[in-house]
Nanobody, 123 residues
Framework: QVQVVESGGGLVQPGGYLRLSCSASGNFFRLIRMGWYRQVPGRQRELVARISSDAPTDYADSVKGRFTISRDSAKNSVYLQMGSLKPEDTAAYYC?????????????????WGQGTQVTVSS
């Protein structure tokens, strides 16, 4: 099994900064991709940013220029530096790790979600 744990959420004023962290642990061969998604009640979960070992970093248009995703492969961790936060960034933020479980199963991977961390942007 693969466990994914997020941290770093909280309450921040508009225009402020916040950094989210996510770590994956458990039994897997390697992590193919890690990313951040967010969800507000009544709406679908949406991609915020994701980073892969073999593809360009991908950002939602709404966060480009304000958020930066980074990865520490040695620690199986991914981070989301959020700046110029807006009230519409308020959501539960989820980390997802796509893992290849077995060295012989190239091209086959499974997605694992964390439990989420709440980000609230409000004055």
């Amino acid at each position: 099994q693969v466990q994914v744990v997020e941290s770093g959420g909280g309450l921040v004023q508009p225009g402020g900064y916040l950094r989210l962290s996510c770590s994956a642990s458990g039994n897997f061969f390697r992590l193919i991709r890690m990313g951040w998604y967010r969800q507000v009640p009544g709406r679908q979960r949406e991609l915020v940013a994701r980073i892969s070992s073999d593809a360009p970093t991908d950002y939602a248009d709404s966060v480009k220029g304000r958020f930066t995703i980074s990865r520490d492969s040695a620690k199986n961790s991914v981070y989301l530096q959020m700046g110029s936060l807006k009230p519409e960034d308020t959501a539960a933020y989820y980390c997802k790790a796509d893992a290849q479980l077995d060295p012989s199963s190239s091209g086959v991977y499974y997605g694992y979600w964390g439990q989420g961390t709440q980000v609230t942007v409000s004055s």
